[in-house]
């Protein structure tokens, strides 16, 4: 099957410093990808559309300007959390789709202190 | 609007016993669905997808699905639950003309009693 990426697995940072998070399908090219948030014992919480080669799409409540999104090419989405305070902390996921199939990435932990 | 039930977000069953983890959904034409499984810290894994095929879906792990159209139910089952299977699973729905939007349920962590 089809396989995304996402890299790092974990990260530890400061309040106030900026992250970014890669995904990348390494077998197929998408021209979305999706980024979701979770929090523990909840389920995933649908943030934004990336599209690559124009804006991403954000949901209702998830700030832009704080989740900055590039889809750099077909194979890559970058999710930045910017100024990042320890509210941000969780659990990350993207996925991109393949057919009527989507493929999740392994997820990125993130700790703010 | 879509959305998806998941009944019971904690399920606890005996080791070797059937495992029945509930889902419904809400769309006025029959929407793709799955479900996927959780381990912790990890992405979620496809168990098994209803494409509008057979209403009757086999996945891994022994795992299948019924579609139920009358009902709006794609519950996921299982014979004999294995410790292996404590989990956290999710259906999720996704719509046709949605351009592979996926909804998912609230999620159903599996406890497998020893």
């Known amino acids: 099957g089809a396989v995304v990426s996402q890299h790092p697995s974990r990260v530890i940072c400061k309040s106030g410093t900026s992250v970014k998070i890669e995904c990348r399908s390494l077998d197929f090219q998408a021209t979305t990808m999706f980024w979701y948030r979770q929090f523990p014992k909840q389920s995933l919480m649908l943030m934004a559309t990336?599209?690559?080669?124009?804006?991403?799409?954000?949901e209702q409540g998830v700030e832009k300007d704080k989740f900055l999104i590039n889809h750099a090419s077909l194979t890559l989405s970058t999710l930045t959390v910017t100024s990042a305070h320890p509210e941000d902390s969780s659990f990350y996921i993207c996925?991109?789709?393949?057919?009527?199939?989507?493929?999740f990435g392994p997820g990125t932990r993130l700790t703010v202190l | 609007a879509q959305s998806v039930t998941q009944l019971g977000s904690h399920v606890s069953v005996s080791e070797g016993a059937l495992v029945l983890l509930r889902c419904n959904y809400s769309?006025?034409?029959?929407?793709?669905l799955f479900w996927y499984v959780q381990y912790p810290n990890q992405g979620l894994q496809l168990l098994l997808k209803y494409t509008s095929a057979a209403t009757l879906v086999k996945g891994i792990n022994g795992f299948e699905a019924e579609f139920k159209k009358s009902e709006t139910s794609f519950h996921l089952t299982k014979p004999s639950a294995h410790m292996s299977d404590a989990a956290e699973y999710f259906c999720a729905v996704s719509p046709p003309n949605t351009g592979n939007q996926f909804y998912f349920g609230t999620g159903t962590s599996l406890t497998v009693i020893p």
């Open positions: 990336s599209n690559e080669g124009s804006k991403a799409t954000y």
């Open positions: 996925s991109a789709p393949l057919g009527r199939e989507q493929f």
């Open positions: 769309s006025s034409v029959p929407p793709y």
